[in-house]
Nanobody
Framework: QVQFVESGGGLVQPGGSLRLSCAASGFTLDVYDIGWFHQAPGKEREGVSCISSNDWKTRYVEAVKGRFTISRDNAKNTVYLEMNSLKPEDTADYYC???????????????WGQGTQVTVSS
């Protein structure tokens, strides 16, 4: 099995925080750029954040800037997404995936996991 395993989701009140983990299973993630994506009910999946492999450069969609932080620990083969000041509109299934570059198209990302559900009550 070659994929990511996402965890850390759950139910949280608006303004709360969660830390999602993305653990690589069956491969080593250090040569990949890693992105976090989310998909809300009835919506298309969209990119949220990404971290590069070569210089740990990070990028975020405008809606989460200043609230979310992506990081990676290659020794643990894991990428994290710390989410603060959560809003009801953050409610979605969250996925991570790997690509050669953060600016790759979404369909160039691979090793998608099962996702982890984040629900922000309203």
């Amino acid at each position: 099995q070659v994929q990511f395993v996402e965890s850390g989701g759950g139910l949280v009140q608006p303004g709360g925080s969660l830390r999602l983990s993305c653990a690589a299973s069956g491969f080593t993630l250090d040569v990949y750029d890693i992105g976090w994506f989310h998909q809300a009910p009835g919506k298309e999946r969209e990119g949220v954040s990404c971290i590069s492999s070569n210089d740990w450069k990070t990028r975020y969609v405008e809606a989460v800037k200043g609230r979310f932080t992506i990081s990676r620990d290659n020794a643990k083969n894991t990428v994290y997404l710390e989410m603060n000041s959560l809003k009801p509109e953050d409610t979605a299934d969250y996925y991570c995936a790997a690509a050669p570059y953060c600016d790759s198209a979404q369909n160039e990302f691979d090793y998608w996991g099962q996702g982890t559900q984040v629900t922000v009550s309203s």
